[in-house]
């Protein structure tokens, strides 16, 4: 999934554990299990999220709010989210990742305004829940979906449409509504992206306190305003080294706004698949 910090609670000399994971196209599905363990990722990386549990139990905090999920509710963690999430020595985890560009084909290059609780007992949401038992609770049908990849576009289109239309956004289409402050927030953004920024700073130019903005950003943007930057800067990056504006990559990322050079490479390569090294490389072609 992504590098995340996992602490065995109680007696750990010895520690089981079993994952299973099925990519599906732009989807990842996979069960966990590890035991009583807490979980921390410092925000979820460019994919969206869902954690259910089979078995057991969980409390998963992301934000300031936090939640029990177990076999009827889970969780909807949007792409920058940071999690904290405690599991019960029972439980096994049904895990769902969504890359980021299936959700914005999904969504008419919008992002989906998907609530964080998800309650599978909702009429709306046994279309999405159908789908994802028939095939996924039968070894042939699993073995379909690992060979054959015209399977695995369409399973991917219904998975993610039956989704989105069982939280409510119709035709798959993201909410564009969004209140002034997120869009003065953007603008500011846009105006100062390769320079230093910060929360405090981009709260500032949009009029809202940091928590107002960060509320903002996630219900309309399902992201974080920090995360909107990064993207933003990566996008240029990517722009810069297919245009071969120079022949040096660490230039490149100090020129769009990253310090931090080795964040920069794994947030490049978890965005477009590959090394910023690997464009520039195609670029020279």
Not at 107 to 125: E, H, T, V, W
Request: charged share 25%.
């Amino acid at each position: 999934m992504q590098p995340h910090q996992l602490d065995p609670v109680g007696d750990t000399e010895l520690f089981e554990a079993e994952m299973n994971f099925l990519p599906v196209g732009g989807l990842g599905i996979g069960t966990i299990r590890f035991g009583r363990t807490n979980l921390r990722i410092d925000h979820v990386e460019d994919y969206h999220l869902l954690i259910f549990c089979l078995a057991g139990q969980a409390r998963v905090t992301a934000w300031d709010q936090e939640a029990s999920i177990g076999p009827d509710k889970g969780v909807y963690l949007a792409p920058g989210t940071p999690v904290r999430a405690k599991f019960s020595e029972d439980c096994e985890q049904l895990v769902i990742r969504v890359e980021s560009n299936v959700m914005r084909q999904a969504c008419d290059g919008g992002r989906p305004s998907m609530k964080s609780q998800i309650d599978l007992r909702q009429p709306a949401l046994k279309p999405w829940l159908g789908l994802m038992q028939s095939m996924l609770g039968d070894a042939n049908g699993i073995e379909l979906l690992r060979t054959d990849r015209r399977l695995q576009s369409d399973y991917e289109s219904m998975f993610v449409r039956t989704l989105l239309h069982g939280h409510g956004i119709e035709e798959a289409k993201a909410s564009s509504i969004a209140p002034v402050a997120v869009k003065r927030a953007e603008a500011f953004i846009h105006s100062h992206l390769t320079e230093r920024l910060n929360l405090d700073q981009i709260a500032g130019a949009a009029g809202v306190p940091v928590r107002t903005l960060l509320d903002s950003f996630q219900r309309f943007r399902a992201t974080t305003p920090m995360q909107f930057v990064r993207d933003l800067r990566l996008d240029l990056a990517r722009t810069h080294l297919e245009a071969r504006k120079t022949d040096n990559v660490t230039s490149i990322a100090l020129d769009v706004g990253f310090v931090h050079l080795g964040r920069f490479s794994n947030a490049y390569r978890a965005r477009f698949g590959e090394r910023p090294s690997e464009t520039l490389r195609t670029a020279r072609k």
